[in-house]
């Protein structure tokens, strides 16, 4: 009875907040002129705010708001409790501000268009419901995951046996958590590996855009900006900034953002490129981190995944350090970390290699070819040489190969394309 | 009048046994997923059309990891395996996955035109040969084709 009167009253307040008389549900990006802010987001650090939090700030200046995602076109999709009608303009607009200022950092998300879907839940009753459930239903053997999911206006909790939602459900209604708030679904128990879900970030994790896996390569700062090195073909478009959103390990509504691509140099022709192709020096790409609209994300410069030789299955624990660049010469034994192959060892066997990439015109110059075992989702992967471990010296970031031989781009030169990085976790 | 409805059913009861039977070869075999098309028999010097066709002959959508840029390769080998040709040889394939979710009923297809050649580029002599097709998934799994013969002729 308090539920169904508390859910009445957030409706009603929603109603009254937002003035629901509305004329359309999809509005373009430049809807001009904005309405000001009307209460006050609570007092936190950056530090200490999460993304839900960040989610609970728009729900406490805009009363009945349940979340929101974006759809395959990009419209951005706000749930809206009770809300059977589409918004006034000057609502939608309202909301287009909380929603730029607590969520995009000033950048509107709507480029591409909002619509309001009816909720079922306000974002607060989640938040607080998700926080209440976590520390019971986490610790019930066959549950892997809890969460406020923005993308369904419910909780949503991951389990591996339909037999332990029975169990849980228990825990919900002595919570006094409604169970039809949340959603189950049946998945893999999270695996020690680099394929799992890791913060903070650091070299080796797989990470993944569209539809695609690799591996990243590095964390570093450049240009003052914190963010990660991995291969501009890990991008939607090789060559040329897209603007391409990643995530650790995989997409997962915003969950699992992590950056944003920020620097990808275009391939150029001529200027000792072969006739007919283009050219680079190197096959990399920056990426920012956090992404804009995407949780807080931590990570860990000057280190990489240290699984077993031959392994990728990581403890989370043992890392290596970059202590230092450098080049890798021929007869060096280097290792590389990737998704795909784990941690792998091999010998440089040639510097300075112009390569041609199959299937395409893209010719990479100068690169260095190695023995190292290597394969598909090892994209971007971190290439070093062990000095005394833990330290490392980087040497680069692996692309590719044929079978035999495995290829990086020199660090040397995803600097003289990047601009200058700091990989290590003081300064080298 | 009995005939012709008999006839009509006989017809019937043809067509729907054929669409049931796109799981299976007219042996009664289940289909492989991974099949290769190709001529069995060319002139010499004439191009070879290579088709490699993975189908979702399940009635659930499946998932596939793509493994390389480009994922998948075509191997020539003479009627004894010996190896003359490979697409890929020597080539440098990226190292990125990619996730492909195939609907029940549908396929993959990766198609290459070859001059029929060896590895060094000279022309493949008439003869009896066996072509075969590779889908690189994430590794280490790999499908194959069965090889499938195909008989380089002499001009007419």
Redesign the interface.
């Known amino acids: 009875m308090y539920r169904k009167m508390l859910v009445s009253v957030v409706v009603l307040c929603a109603l009254l907040a937002v003035s629901f008389t509305g004329d359309t549900g999809k509005v373009a990006m430049s809807t001009g002129k904005s309405n000001p802010v009307v209460s006050a987001a609570p007092a936190q650090t950056d530090q200490d705010e999460n993304f839900d939090d960040r989610l609970a700030k728009v729900a406490m200046q805009v009363p009945g708001f349940g979340g929101m995602f974006f759809d395959q076109d990009g419209t951005l999709q706000v749930y809206m409790v009770g809300q059977k009608e589409p918004l006034s303009a000057s609502s939608m607009a309202f909301l287009e501000d909380v929603i730029a200022r607590e969520i995009g950092g000033g950048e509107r998300l709507s480029s591409r268009g909002m619509e309001i879907r009816e909720g079922q839940y306000d974002f607060l009753s989640l938040h607080r419901w998700q926080q209440q459930m976590t520390p019971e239903v986490l610790a019930i053997p066959g549950v892997v995951s809890t969460d406020n999911d923005e993308g369904k206006n419910r909780l949503h909790i991951g389990i591996t046996d339909t037999a332990v939602r029975e169990e849980v459900e228990k825990h919900l209604s002595n919570l006094g958590i409604p169970p039809e708030a949340a959603v189950f679904t049946e998945t893999k128990p999270m695996e020690p590996y680099l394929r799992s879900r890791r913060r903070p970030l650091r070299g080796g994790l797989q990470i993944n855009f569209g539809n695609f896996l690799c591996t990243l390569g590095f964390i570093a700062v450049r240009n003052g900006v914190t963010g990660y090195v991995t291969n501009s073909h890990c991008t939607t478009t090789q060559g040329g900034v897209q603007n391409t959103v990643e995530h650790q390990p995989s997409a997962s509504g915003t969950t699992n953002r992590v950056g944003i691509e920020i620097a990808d140099p275009t391939y150029f022709s001529g200027s000792g490129c072969p006739a007919g192709r283009v050219c680079r020096r190197s096959d990399s790409s920056f990426i920012q981190v956090p992404h804009p609209s995407g949780p807080a994300v931590t990570t860990a410069r000057g280190t990489i995944a240290r699984p077993a030789v031959n392994s990728f299955t990581w403890n989370g624990v043992d890392i290596f350090n970059i202590t230092s660049e450098g080049s890798a010469l021929v007869g060096q034994a280097v290792t590389k970390v990737g998704r795909t192959t784990g941690r792998t060892a091999g010998t440089v066997s040639q510097t300075c290699v112009n390569t041609n990439v199959s299937g395409s015109n893209i010719t990479q110059l100068c690169q260095t070819f190695a023995n190292y075992g290597n394969a598909g989702g090892d994209s971007g992967s971190p290439v070093f040489r062990i000095t005394t471990l833990p330290s490392v010296v980087l040497v680069g970031i692996n692309w590719g190969g044929n079978g035999t031989i495995s290829v990086f781009s020199p660090i040397t030169q995803i600097q003289q394309e990047l601009g200058a990085l700091n990989t290590c976790a003081g300064s080298c | 009048m009995i005939a012709m409805v008999w006839m009509c059913l006989t017809l019937l009861l043809a067509m729907t046994l054929d669409g049931c039977s796109n799981q299976s070869d007219k042996s009664g075999r289940p289909e492989e997923p991974l099949t290769l098309e190709a001529p069995d028999e060319v002139e010499a010097g004439q191009t070879v059309n290579l088709k490699l066709i993975w189908r979702n002959l399940t009635d659930k959508p499946a998932e596939l990891?793509?493994?390389?840029?480009?994922?998948y390769d075509f191997v020539v080998t003479t009627d004894e395996g010996k190896e003359v040709w490979r697409w890929?040889?020597?080539?440098?394939?990226?190292?990125?996955?990619?996730?492909?979710t195939v609907d029940p009923g549908q396929k993959l297809e990766f198609m290459l035109e070859w001059q029929p050649v060896n590895q060094a580029g000279a022309a493949l002599a008439p003869g009896n040969y066996l072509a075969q097709g590779i889908l690189?998934l994430?590794?280490?799994a790999v499908l194959k084709t069965k090889p499938k013969p195909l008989i380089i002729r002499n001009k007419k």
Do not use: Y
């Open positions: 990891n793509l493994g390389g840029r480009p994922p890929l040889a020597g080539q440098t394939v990226q190292d990125i996955l990619e996730i492909k690189n994430d590794p280490p």
